[in-house]
């Protein structure tokens, strides 16, 4: 079992930043990649950001590259999703998800994770 627990988000408007925070516990020697997701109501949910759990190879949605930028500390199993320039069409819940022990060929997908978090709201007023 994976435990993922977001934290962060909030209200700001447009043009502001926002950074999101995801800690890990568990089995987290399992973890092969950690992802950012976000589902705004109405719409599917929709991978934003992943990167390999210890280190390498980060991917980014076409709608956040350049603004966003994924993190995380090793030490502290913290996943982190920095968020500058944020627009209006940025608003939704945001999830932290984790996939174990192998890779896909496809990191941004919602159906190739194992284990979520709650989920953190963020609103970007214009």
Request: aromatic content about 12%.
């Amino acid at each position: 079992q994976v435990q993922l627990v977001e934290s962060g988000g909030g209200s700001v408007q447009a043009g502001g930043s926002l950074r999101l925070s995801c800690a890990a516990s568990g089995y987290t020697n399992i973890i092969y990649r950690l992802g950012w997701f976000r589902q705004a109501p109405g719409k599917e949910r929709e991978g934003v950001a992943a990167i390999r759990f210890g280190g390498g190879s980060t991917f980014y949605a076409d709608s956040v590259k350049g603004r966003f930028t994924i993190s995380q500390d090793n030490a502290k199993n913290t996943l982190y999703l920095q968020m500058n320039s944020l627009k209006p069409e940025d608003t939704a819940m945001y999830y932290c998800a984790a996939r174990v022990y192998s890779g896909t060929s496809y990191p941004l997908g919602r159906n190739e994770y194992d284990y979520w978090g709650q989920g953190t709201q963020v609103t970007v007023s214009s």
